[in-house]
């Protein structure tokens, strides 16, 4: 019998190449680094200042990726970004962004506007341009992501989308910022979130054209020297590595971090994991902000457990409400969650947007992801995680501030409501959202 024939050794290398740089999406716990550079922005001023600066500087790509991307005709702040990327696409720049089809829906005709003819690659995820795209349940799946990469070396996460602190798609202008935040970071994650925003742009740029693509390649003259073009056009993100034009900062700080995703894939409840471990090992105090907020049980149960330990568990939740039944199912939960031990804030100052949580001294995320089961079980999401004491406590003094500018709920306050009332209103929440999941429980390949 004939002996196998042997890969190519450069296919072997480079197979196990591919593999290493992936061993994050491989696992089922977030695969934490050190030597990362950690700045946390608040608000949406802070993050836009931040994102443009680095796009002025870019030298040679730049990856976007935002569930919300405003009408730059609308929004100055969303102008401002929009064309810093044209400005970087005019450079000679590769510059390719995507947007959810839902979420910036109504903003398409003005980025195309901005965008395209500077030569930004503008893809939309799912979109909705007939209304028989309504009818089909894998819609219900969005694109949440709020990242962006420039260069390989410099990557955003967060819960910020492009559009103005004090704009709100169903509310309009207001003279208050939204509550939110962002992170910066600089060191090996930055990899992680390069391949997840290739990987969705990916597919959501061949989900539009390439029945285009295969067309103009059955007629190319030279059918392989097009595919090769091709192959050019949708490699991955270029990493920065040792010696690259773009060094680290001196006296870079050796903080933790880990890139964590929710995907229909391998990646379905790493979030939701996350935050269970933590909240598990939790010995001295649990913050999370978040402003859709309706877990499971074994999410409630882990907050609940860590107060029967002595934890001080305090939640900070939408005050001004801009989605009522979110907000009914939030409250829903308060009788419970009170009972237990834990207190519960409403944020009224502003609308509050952001998913962040910090458990003890040494454990945070900032991301994507609400607490609910769009975020937990539909969406595209994406947090990080990180372990670094110092970007940790600066996270915690902002959210004692957070804190004390809300209105703490009082156990009191729930007893004005009937007990059969408050049970109808859980019910009928617990009957929508399963409709709801059954709806979107059809095949998918995100």
Known sequence: MDAPARLPRRAVSAAANWLRDRRWYLKHR???????????LRGGEAYFADLVAAIDHAM????????????PAVDPSAARVAEALAA?????????????????????PGLRAVLEPAGVDLAVFRPLTGW???????????????LAVVDGALAWCGGINLIDDRLDQHHGWSDSPRLDYALRLRGPVVGP?????????HRAWLGHDWRDELRALVRHPRP????RALWRGLRSPRLARRGSRRPATEGAAPGRAAFVLRDNLRQRRAIERAYLDAFRRAREGIDLVCPYFYPGRAFRQALLDA???????????????????????????????????????????????????????????????????????????ANVIVRDP?????????????????????????????????????????????????????????
């Not at 306050?413 to 059969?420: G, K, M």
């Open 193 to 201: 979130i390069a391949q997840t925003l290739s990987a969705v742009w």
């Open 390 to 446: 110092a970007c940790v406590a600066e996270l915690r003094l902002a959210l004692d501030q957070d804190f004390a500018a809300a209105r703490e709920v009082r156990a009191e306050e729930l007893v004005a409501q009937p007990r059969w009332r408050r049970a109808l209103h859980r019910g009928l929440v617990a009957l929508l959202t399963r409709a709801y999941l059954w709806m979107a429980s059809g095949p998918d390949r995100s």
């Open 88 to 108: 970087a696409a005019r450079r000679g720049l590769r510059v390719r962004v995507v947007v959810d089809g839902f979420g910036s829906r109504l903003a398409l």
């Open 30 to 40: 977030p695969l934490e680094a050190g030597g990362h550079e950690l700045a946390l």
């Open 132 to 146: 028989w795209h309504w009818l089909q349940p894998r819609q219900l799946r969005r694109l949440h992501h709020k």
């Open 307 to 381: 107060a029967a330990r002595g934890v001080q568990v305090r939640l900070l939740l939408q005050g001004k409400v801009d989605l009522p039944l979110a907000a009914l199912a939030a409250r829903g939960l308060y009788e419970e969650l009170l009972g237990g031990g834990l207190r519960l804030y409403e944020y009224t100052p502003a609308f509050l947007h952001a998913k962040v949580a910090r458990v003890d001294g040494d454990w945070a995320t900032v991301g994507s992801s609400n607490i609910d089961p769009l975020s937990l079980l539909l969406n595209l999401e």
């Open 224 to 227: 392989m020297a097009r595919v």
């Open 60 to 71: 040679a790509e730049v990856w976007v990726a935002s569930y919300i991307f405003e009408d």
